[in-house]
């Protein structure tokens, strides 16, 4: 075997664990030497489908390289089952004899990422591994970058709502508090209790109809409140679900 560090054979920038599946001892072996030469790990090693399958569910691995033709559960049916599965979301690299449009079609329907024909060389492997990596440290990226913008726009909607919030029941709440305190401490006169407690109702009935439209809120939109600040708009104009048809 020749070595595979030079040219566009170097090293793995992101080494990875791989789960090779051939029923072809011969073609396992020469899979086996490439990737572990590339720098990679292989985690397991084996001759059918099902036994891959148990593999994966045992390690996800984000790569895996499966003979197409293999028996129990050929490579197509491995891709489909993990495909449907929500254990993982590896890059699939099928290997086969086959090398028609249709083949290829069907592979990458039934969620191949990338397609290799026997007869199987050192150098085309080594080329299909770096097209792999790069695309696996792609799709982490911007995986990556999906959760840091979730996380970004929870955060925003976390302050947007406080703001909101503050500025709808800090008043409300600020009457009721200081008459029920006024209440408490005997300050308010007989005949001035009545109106005091309506009062409390009165703005315990405001802040009541705020976390209403909060709920019912069906398009949430955020409006300026001080500066560069904004917030949650849950005005009486804010936009409401659509009343079901009759």
Known sequence: ??????????????PMNVII???DPTMLVLLKTVVEQV??????CVHDGEAAWMAFQKEPVPLMIVDWE???LDGLGLCRRIRESEIGDPFMLVVTGRDSREDLRKALDAGADDYLTKPVS???????????????????ARKQA???????RYLAGIGETSLALQHEINNPLAAMLSHASLLEAGMVEEGEKEEALATIVQQAKRI?????????IDQPRS????????????????????DPPA
């Open 1 to 14: 075997m020749t070595d595979l560090y030079d040219d566009d054979r170097r090293p793995a920038a992101q």
């Open 21 to 23: 599946a051939d029923d």
């Open 39 to 44: 720098g990679h790990t292989v985690v397991a």
């Open 70 to 72: 293999m028996p129990k």
């Open 122 to 140: 050192a150098d085309e492997l080594a080329a299909r591994l770096r097209i792999a990596e790069r695309r696996i440290e792609i799709t982490g």
């Open 146 to 152: 999906e959760v840091e913008l979730r996380k970004a």
């Open 208 to 216: 009541g109809e705020v976390v209403k439209r909060l709920r019912q």
């Open 223 to 242: 409006v300026e409140y001080l500066g560069s600040a904004r917030m949650l708009d849950i005005g009486p104009g804010a936009k409401r679900p659509k």
